[in-house]
């Protein structure tokens, strides 16, 4: 085992959380685009601005079923009583021109015809036969018709670059017309997790071996965004393996490690990195649970995180460090923070900026009991992290904190 | 269009959104459960409980990368100066039984020989050859150690029924040495969205028709969920397709209908639904957008929902009724509900229970401004929807509300 004994460590000074993600973020790239279908459109990002194709309403929409009617009859005139002289239907058009006392009725959804001005709903009328009388005594010129154009002109911005698409924007691509859309394009990503001591999930264990769980919980992170892992590896502490393996993964846009890159004599990912022309950025920072944190750039301009093999800060690194490169990569804004209240206080535990997992309850936060970074359960049933920022003191019953989901 | 005129509406007295979601709720049922892959396993929901299958942690595991020693040399016998007898890298065991100032060079994620109390920390020795001095003066015995079982013991119960799995639990699934999980089974949904007016979105469009987007809403939102749509058909306004196309679903566990249920002439669906057989149990909800709802069920025991045809009223009929019903025949507990501050006063300007767009803003809730229930943009950039209640009138800046994420 002598061989393990002579890598000497590079060593870099710890620094905050902020300076890491600043040079993190510095690194990021286009990923380039693609045009896909709308139904395969949710959780993708657009990589082009989507314009309105015409006005939105398109027509003077008729927001209510009733009787539409020209105001100056109503107003001027005082006619209470009207005859129907038309039906409309949403999708239908009309033929005949009103004369004064006369009405169309019209349903919900209808283009409302240039010669009515308003419409008074169906609940306010009394109906007999050809004849409807108004039980109402005030109109208003323009009342429940959605003005052609209210909502959006033809030609104006209605999604824009870098926005995500959910239900919402998805419906919106709909009406503007578009069945395919161009969106950015996924990375290619390999997951290699190290460790003499990890085993893969179906196979047999032993008591002093765990099983590799990390790359599952990237996998399911990555999930989120739609990312799908090209290369997954499970390495055993040994450096001519971790070489192969790293040269299998030169030119992929982003590449994880777990495991290997703590201060044991055994965490030789960096230097087998560093041998491979990946060219070091950062080791350690200011981060708690996730100090070991490593990142460097490969040749070809992809990234390589190395994330610390406890699952709880590998978890952590993911969202602090990995999912906002991502996030910037698409052109994404930041991630929701929330700022909710502290349920109970909280004891300051380290001079760093240390990420604890909470419930959301009631109107504010609950920490989850925590054993330590390696604790599988800690994370489990919390809806995401709070931050107890390295600049804070104790934290008070009713403080403000930031709260990310996961 | 005589034959449409001659439709006489069921009508039902208008309820709460609480009394509606009672019912809707009442008619929930389990969708059986199949068996995935753990790779298949995120967004899903268990099915069964999983339990440890061993402590966890499974030995006592060193938390740091360090010297492990017997914390009485330390303590009582105050030795400070140490022989390293050996080295155990994580995945390893050791042989040797250690002596009175003897210590073990270990590595976190080394399972730590009962002989060792305690470890200190690599940054605090001083290293020359086989012999190490530390530089501390406090010690406590099983300092850096996670005692065996601590996070969980064997046989603990991990994850109950009815979690849905993201990255946290998939982890903990790979921990617990699960390649394979018991998860709830999909529903088979049909969307129909109706209306003479509504268009295909590839197809050409004349000025007074809109396209159809609330197909692509719903298939939006349900793919959160993982699910898709089995069947999805656009009807026009024409009693005889409709009927048609209700029994080609009689089967299904969730029918949802777009557009045709409100008071309009061409209004339909309903009848049309309860000649198929469908016992009609609501229609009409205090709520805004959303008022049309009905809801009903089909001979089989699924469910219809017969959402209104305006886009933002579809997208909150879902959130508010679709997604709760579905989460209950998952087992699942309610959709997270934040208590936000407003930032900016509001109306009281409906005596309904009123759901409108917001963005999360710092640290509170900014409503986006919204034309109408057919208006498009409204809910674009949204994160959610916020509740102005039946009860309140109106709220001012910094009240908490209820707020939901789409």
């Given at each position: 085992m002598s061989g393990r004994k002579t890598y000497?460590?590079?060593?870099?000074?710890?620094?905050?959380?902020?300076?890491?993600?600043?040079?993190?973020?510095?690194?990021?790239?286009?990923?380039?685009?693609?045009?896909?279908?709308?139904?395969?459109?949710?959780?993708?990002?657009?990589?082009?601005?989507?314009?309105?194709?015409?006005?939105?309403?398109?027509?003077?929409?008729?927001?209510?079923?009733?009787?539409?009617?020209?105001?100056?009859?109503?107003?001027?005139?005082?006619?209470?009583?009207?005859?129907?002289?038309?039906?409309?239907?949403?999708?239908?058009?009309?033929?005949?021109?009103?004369?004064?006392?006369?009405?169309?009725?019209?349903?919900?959804?209808?283009?409302?015809?240039?010669?009515?001005?308003?419409?008074?709903?169906?609940?306010?009328?009394?109906?007999?036969?050809?004849?409807?009388?108004?039980?109402?005594?005030?109109?208003?010129?323009?009342?429940?018709?959605?003005?052609?154009?209210?909502?959006?002109?033809?030609?104006?911005?209605?999604?824009?670059?870098?926005?995500?698409?959910?239900?919402?924007?998805?419906?919106?691509?709909?009406?503007?017309?578009?069945?395919?859309?161009?969106?950015?394009?996924?990375?290619?990503?390999?997951?290699?997790?190290?460790?003499?001591?990890?085993?893969?999930?179906?196979?047999?264990?032993?008591?002093?071996?765990?099983?590799?769980?990390?790359?599952?919980?990237?996998?399911?992170?990555?999930?989120?965004?739609?990312?799908?892992i090209a290369c997954r590896k499970l390495v055993t502490d040994d450096k001519e393996l971790l070489r192969r393996v790293i040269q299998d993964v030169l030119t992929y846009d982003l590449v994880i490690f777990s495991g290997g890159v703590s201060m044991g004599e055994a965490d030789f990912v960096p230097a087998v990195l560093a041998d491979c022309g990946v060219q070091p950025l950062l080791h350690k920072v200011k981060l708690k649970p996730g100090k070991p944190l490593w990142f460097g750039k490969l040749p070809a301009g992809g990234v390589v995180f190395g994330l610390p093999g406890n699952p709880m800060s590998c978890q952590v690194c993911y969202k602090i460090f990995i999912e906002p490169f991502l996030r910037k990569c698409f052109d994404l804004p930041e991630a929701l923070k929330l700022h909710l209240p502290l349920l109970v206080p909280k004891k300051k535990n380290a001079k760093l900026n240390q990420y604890f997992p909470c419930v959301i309850e009631g109107k504010g936060l609950r920490p989850v009991v925590i054993n330590g970074s390696g604790d599988i359960t800690s994370t489990l049933r919390s809806h995401g992290l709070a931050l107890h920022p390295l600049e804070k003191e104790d934290l008070s019953e009713g403080d403000l904190v930031e709260f990310i989901f996961w």
């Open positions: 000497t460590q590079i060593y870099y000074l710890m620094i905050t959380v902020q300076e890491a993600l600043s040079i993190i973020l510095s690194q990021s790239r286009n990923f380039g685009s693609t045009t896909v279908s709308i139904n395969d459109a949710t959780g993708r990002v657009l990589a082009e601005d989507i314009y309105a194709d015409r006005d939105y309403p398109p027509f003077h929409r008729a927001a209510m079923d009733g009787f539409a009617l020209r105001s100056e009859d109503f107003l001027e005139k005082g006619i209470r009583r009207y005859t129907i002289i038309e039906d409309l239907f949403a999708g239908g058009t009309s033929t005949l021109q009103p004369k004064e006392g006369q009405c169309l009725r019209i349903m919900t959804g209808s283009a409302t015809p240039a010669a009515y001005d308003a419409i008074i709903r169906i609940e306010d009328c009394q109906l007999e036969g050809q004849q409807v009388t108004f039980n109402v005594t005030a109109l208003k010129k323009g009342q429940n018709i959605a003005r052609q154009g209210e909502d959006a002109k033809a030609g104006a911005l209605i999604l824009t670059k870098g926005t995500r698409l959910f239900a919402p924007e998805v419906a919106a691509l709909a009406v503007a017309g578009r069945s395919t859309v161009l969106v950015h394009q996924f990375p290619k990503i390999a997951v290699i997790s190290t460790g003499d001591e990890v085993v893969p999930v179906d196979q047999d264990i032993k008591p002093h071996q765990i099983r590799d769980s990390n790359s599952y919980a990237l996998a399911s992170f990555l999930h989120q965004y739609g990312l799908e």
